[in-house]
């Protein structure tokens, strides 16, 4: 894991969010994927709860942030219509005092109005410590 994240092995693949009633894509999923250099591209659910059992999970969150923030740019001069990227954020990552930091200046580089960002936040993340995560919040 430690060569993918120095090797710059991940990739960041959008889905796209639609309005079911007129079909109006509005906004894109960012999805980590692994460019494998034996096995390919790999899905998150092949590396994903590694990176979480360790502190590598920070290094990759903040990388796919940054990613993030900056194709929200992309988005926005090519394609109006997307309003929104969605990062998905572990439960380790919430806690992480440099994630509200790495954000900023993520998209204070990139000139990104912080409307058009959007992060996914699972509910354990937010039971596991209601007053930590209030406070987080706010």
């Not at 998150?44 to 979480?52: C, R, T, Y």
């Given at each position: ?78 394609m109006p219509s997307v309003k929104s990227v969605a990062i998905n954020v572990s439960p380790k990552q919430f806690r992480d005092p440099r994630l509200v930091s790495v ?36």
């Amino acid at each position: 894991m430690h060569d993918a994240i120095r090797d710059d092995q991940f990739v960041l693949h959008y889905q796209p969010q639609y309005v079911v009633e007129s079909g109006e894509l509005v906004g894109v999923e960012a999805l980590v994927r692994w460019d494998h250099p034996q096995l390919g591209l790999l899905g998150s659910g092949a590396f994903v709860p590694v990176l979480e059992e360790s502190t590598l999970i920070f290094d990759a969150g903040h990388w796919i942030m940054r990613e993030a923030v900056q194709a929200a740019g992309r988005f926005a001069a090519t394609m109006p219509s997307v309003k929104s990227v969605a990062i998905n954020v572990s439960p380790k990552q919430f806690r992480d005092p440099r994630l509200v930091s790495v954000l900023r200046q993520a998209i204070k580089r990139w000139y990104i109005d912080p409307r058009r960002i959007v992060l996914e936040i699972t509910e354990s993340a937010l039971i596991e410590n209601v007053d930590d995560s209030q406070y987080i919040l706010t």
